[in-house]
């Protein structure tokens, strides 16, 4: 996951997880629901598609530096 501002973003572990296409991603403002039960990555995009860039450029960068040789598989 990834916090970004009042913006919390969960992916759910899996490409192609069986939703629709961009929907790797759940976003929860936590300013107006803290307890993340409204999903809204659909009214946000441009956020999600920010959030997931940054996530992906952290990760490339991680995987370099894990012992675990089958990491840069998944």
Known sequence: ???WQNYHAVHSGK???????GK???LYDLT?????EKEIAADHPEIVKQLS???DRWWAG???NMVNETAAAT
């Open 15 to 21: 490409k192609g997880n069986g939703k629709k296409e």
């Open 32 to 36: 107006s629901d803290p307890g993340e």
């Open 62 to 64: 991680a995987v370099p």
């Open 1 to 3: 996951s990834i916090r």
């Open 53 to 55: 860039a940054e996530y």
């Open 24 to 26: 790797d991603w759940e």
